[in-house]
């Protein structure tokens, strides 16, 4: 059984900081690329970041570009996003992503969806 849970969400005023993290099991975490999304209420869903199987190669979505970090430690099986300097409009549920095939920048702008998703983890930024 696949499961991706997410932790590390949070309240946090403009400008602060949180990492979150991912921890995924139940099937060969190195053969996937991990990815990291959002969706903000009446929004759809978007790419944030993304990551290969070997950590070689990172894609960020243009909105974080510079200020979120996306990290992969294979031996603990985990995906990280340290976020820095957040903005009020970061504001939204934060999810993992496990996939299989595509491009990092096909993941990150929707184009080809993660095979496993986690629930969610809450990031609210005030102003």
């Known amino acids: 059984q696949v499961q991706l849970v997410e932790s590390g969400g949070g309240s946090v005023q403009a400008g602060g900081s949180l990492r979150l993290s991912c921890a995924a099991s139940?099937?060969?975490?190195?053969?996937?690329?991990m990815g990291w999304f959002r969706q903000a209420p009446g929004k759809e869903r978007e790419g944030v970041a993304a990551i290969s199987r070997t950590s070689g190669s990172t894609y960020y979505a243009d909105s974080v570009k510079g200020r979120f970090t996306i990290s992969r430690d294979n031996a603990k099986k985990a995906v990280y996003l340290q976020m820095d300097s957040l903005k009020p409009e970061d504001t939204a549920m934060y999810y993992c992503?496990?996939?299989?095939?595509?491009?990092?920048?096909?993941?990150?702008?929707?184009?080809?969806?993660?095979?496993?998703w986690g629930q969610g983890t809450q990031v609210t930024v005030s102003s």
């Open positions: 992503a496990a996939g299989w095939t595509g491009s990092l920048s096909q993941v990150v702008a929707g184009l080809r969806p993660p095979d496993y």
């Open positions: 139940g099937y060969t975490y190195d053969n996937y690329y």
